[in-house]
């Protein structure tokens, strides 16, 4: 399995950036998929998810309303829509697939979100 996450970068307070996590080594559209991030000094957070069709996606309170998660399971690959970023949403964003147990785990991208 790997999963290699790209997208992050530094943006200023209400910019968007549109994170992507390439999947291989399992059939991608038979899985759920999640993105989750870890801000410095805290725990890993959930931020979204959705399922193997895509017809159906879920949010962390935090980020409703403002971040789109979509897959296209012709090129293996999760995407997250970030728009009206907030310095709070600065934090290494983790691509999962849930494979079992506790999932399967890309290396991150860094969001920096400041003036």
């Known amino acids: 399995v790997q999963l290699v996450e790209s997208g992050g970068g530094l943006v200023q307070p209400g910019g968007s950036l549109r994170l992507s996590c390439a999947a291989s080594g399992f059939t991608f559209r038979n899985y759920n998929m999640r993105w989750y991030r870890q801000a410095p000094g805290k725990g890993r957070d959930y931020v979204a998810g959705?399922?193997?069709?895509?017809?159906?996606?879920a949010f962390a309170n935090s980020v409703k309303g403002r971040f789109t998660i979509s897959r296209d399971n012709d090129k293996n690959t999760v995407y997250l829509q970030m728009n009206s970023l907030k310095p709070e949403d600065t934090a290494m964003y983790y691509c999962?697939?849930?494979?079992?147990?506790?999932?399967?785990w890309g290396q991150g991208t860094q969001v920096t979100v400041s003036s």
């Open positions: 959705i399922t193997p069709d895509g017809d159906t996606t």
């Open positions: 999962v697939a849930m494979l079992g147990g506790s999932g399967s």
